[in-house]
Nanobody, 119 residues
Framework: QVRLVESGGGLVQPGGSLRLSCAASGSIVGIDPMGWYRQAPGKERDLVATLTDGGITNYADSVKGRFTISRDYSKNSVYLQMNSLKPKDTAVYYC?????????????WGQGTQVTVSS
């Protein structure tokens, strides 16, 4: 059974940094892409950043230049380094992965981790 487990959320002051981590486990043949979405209270879940197997990144305009996505392909993991955080970055952050299990494939979500940016 495939699982995505996230860590690294928390409370940080404006201008601060956080690093989110997400590890996928299970009968995984491949993952493409892997990334992060976020959902603020009362709003829809939106793309933050994704990274393909080929190294292609896609960032939301609101985080370009501040957030960096990276992957450890050997560990089926994805990371999100968040710098210069702003109160509007406050949201639940979800890891996403499209996973190939051999005879089937599909999108999976993590349980979410809360990021709060406040003084």
């Amino acid at each position: 059974q495939v699982r995505l487990v996230e860590s690294g959320g928390g409370l940080v002051q404006p201008g601060g940094s956080l690093r989110l981590s997400c590890a996928a486990s299970g009968s995984i043949v491949g993952i493409d892409p892997m990334g992060w979405y976020r959902q603020a209270p009362g709003k829809e879940r939106d793309l933050v950043a994704t990274l393909t197997d080929g190294g292609i990144t896609n960032y939301a305009d609101s985080v370009k230049g501040r957030f960096t996505i990276s992957r450890d392909y050997s560990k089926n993991s994805v990371y999100l380094q968040m710098n210069s955080l702003k109160p509007k970055d406050t949201a639940v952050y979800y890891c996403y992965a499209y996973i190939y299990e051999g005879w089937r494939s599909g999108g999976y979500w993590g349980q979410g981790t809360q990021v709060t940016v406040s003084s």
